[in-house]
Every structure is written in structure tokens, then in C-alpha cells.
């Protein structure tokens, strides 16, 4: 059950972030040229990758108890800033998450910038596509470490990156018009209660916790957040917006 | 500076409060541990899950605040 549960949260985790960095390569290869968001794209995803050679090897060499402890408190961090925004965007108090507005604010920051002409580099596209994939697939490598640097093996967190990355690459192709049919705020919701939970999870087992039911524990935390958080929901949903 | 600002963005997040209190909470844990190692190991989960409810909830409220 773990290992479906570790699948699920690194492929929505991963969807969701990459979804966002292909809204900003998009923007910038339809408003500039194809050519330098891909080379900005690549750029990013290139560093990226030096990143997780780096930090991988980084948590699995540490204890087992304090790689548990790390891995908890990495997810802990992620999941809960995830769940924090997803509370206030579902009761109304922060503007939806969606790419669509990614998309047009990074099409907006061309504006006041004159392409460069034909064969000559466009760096303002290429920062812009390679700050884009590098912020999202930062996010991307620590959880997807955190989650595949678990004792009991890196398979379902690589397994889930792997299905989430096909699916989004494969949809980018024709992406706009699906981009504003995600349900972005539900799903970056649902991925913090995932992350908050094996959060709380591994970093009790770090800290020498005996969980009730092993495993089963996690759906006890889950219910738990889903509760708390949908009761503040609900509160704040009711109550006056403060001017 | 901006890219200071960025990293702490990236690894902390938003807010101050939810990593001082993930910080303050795990701290906590390894403190109540050291005091009775037994109690820890069967109530240290439940500790743990109400502790990142009550600072969930508290950065919640102190965002709505903040509008």
C-alpha cells in the first residue's frame, strides 16, 4: 500500500510541477522563438540533473535514522507550504493555482523586450525557459529524492516521475487548451496532504516513533489533514473576508 | 540577494512561521524522546501529527490575516 501511495504522490507532485515549467517554455517558444526556450529548457533541465546526482547520493549516504529524519523533514516543508496554499485557495482567500496565468504573465514579460534579429541568441527567452525548469524541477528533485531515498527502495517515487513526466511531455504537445482544464488547486492540494503525511510518517520513524498498524498509519495521518484542513476550510468560507 | 531570496523560497517556502514551526516541533520531539523514551515511543506519533495540525492551521489563519 506504501508503494502505490509513494507512486501517486511522485507522479501528481511531478505532473503539477512540470505542467508549470511547460506553460513557461511554451509562453516563451510561442511569443519569442522555438529555438531558444528549447535551449533554455535543456539548460534547466541539464542543471537540474547535476542537482539530483548530487543530492541523491547525499541522503543515502546518511544513517538510517537520520535519513529517515532528513526525508521527513524535507517532505514536511514541501507538503505543508503545498497544503498551506491549497487551504486558502480552496476557501477563497488566494487566487487559484493555474498555469494558464503562468503562461500569461510570462508572455507579458517580453512586452518592453525587442527581439533580437534572425541567428542571433535570444537571451531574455533563454533566462526566462531556463529559470522556469530549473524553480519547478527543483522542486521536482527534492521530493522525488526525498521520496526515492526511502530504506525500502527508490522503484515507486522513480516509477511515478517516470509515468508523470511521459503523460505531461506528451500532452505538451498540444497543451494550451488543456492547460486551463487542470484542476491545479485540487491537485496541488492533494499532493500536500501525500507529502504532509509521509512527512509526519518518516519523520516519526526518525525520531524512534512506533506508529499503531505500521504502514496503515499513513491513512490514519491522511484522514487526520484532510479533516483539519477541510474544517478551516469550511470556517474560513463562512467568515468575512477581511478588507 | 535575488537569488537568496529564491533558494529560501525554494527550501522554505512562503513563510517563516511553517518552517520554525516544523523546526520548534521537531525539536520538541527529540527534547519529550530524551525525557521518557517508552512514552515517546508509543504517544511521539500522535504528538507529532496534532503538533504540524496546530502549525498548518495556525499559518492558515495567520495568512488570512495577512490579506
Do not use: N
Request: glycine fraction near 12%.
Amino acid at each position: 500500500m506504501t508503494f502505490v501511495l509513494t507512486v501517486a504522490a511522485a507522479a501528481i507532485a511531478v505532473a503539477v510541477e512540470l505542467i508549470e515549467a511547460m506553460a513557461i517554455v511554451l509562453a516563451v517558444g510561442a511569443s519569442r522563438r522555438w529555438r531558444d526556450a528549447v535551449w533554455g529548457a535543456v539548460a534547466g533541465v541539464a542543471a537540474c540533473a547535476v542537482l539530483a546526482a548530487a543530492l541523491g547520493p547525499l541522503l543515502v549516504g546518511l544513517p538510517r535514522e537520520a535519513l529517515k529524519l532528513a526525508i521527513g523533514t524535507l517532505l514536511l516543508l514541501y507538503g505543508l507550504e503545498w497544503l498551506r496554499k491549497g487551504t486558502l485557495r480552496l476557501a477563497g482567500r488566494k487566487r487559484r493555482a493555474s498555469s494558464v496565468h503562468e503562461f500569461e504573465e510570462t508572455v507579458e514579460e517580453f512586452d518592453d523586450v525587442p527581439l533580437p534579429p534572425e541567428g542571433e541568441a535570444d537571451w531574455a527567452a533563454r533566462v526566462v525557459a531556463f529559470k522556469g525548469v530549473l524553480l519547478e524541477g527543483v522542486e521536482v528533485v527534492v521530493i522525488v529524492a526525498a521520496l526515492a531515498a526511502r530504506p525500502t527502495g527508490a522503484l515507486p517515487a522513480l516509477l511515478g516521475a517516470g509515468v508523470a513526466g511521459v503523460v505531461v511531455l506528451a500532452a505538451g504537445v498540444r497543451l494550451r487548451a488543456p492547460l486551463g482544464r487542470v484542476p491545479e488547486t485540487e491537485l496541488k492540494y492533494g499532493v500536500g496532504v501525500l507529502l504532509t503525511t509521509f512527512g509526519i510518517f518518516f519523520a516519526g520513524e526518525g525520531l524512534r516513533v512506533d506508529w499503531p498498524g505500521g504502514d496503515l498509519a499513513l491513512f490514519a495521518i491522511g484522514l487526520a489533514l484532510v479533516f483539519a484542513t477541510q474544517l478551516q476550510i469550511h470556517g474560513l468560507r463562512r467568515s468575512p473576508v477581511p478588507a | 540577494m535575488t537569488v537568496l531570496r529564491t533558494l529560501r523560497l525554494l527550501v522554505l517556502g512562503e513563510t517563516w512561521t511553517l518552517p520554525l514551526g516544523v523546526a520548534t516541533l521537531l525539536l520538541a520531539g527529540v527534547a519529550l524522546r530524551a525525557l521518557d523514551t517508552e512514552l515517546w515511543r508509543e504517544a511521539g506519533g500522535g504528538v507529532l501529527l496534532a503538533g504540524v495540525v496546530v502549525v498548518l492551521v495556525g499559518t492558515v489563519a495567520a495568512g488570512t490575516r495577512g490579506r
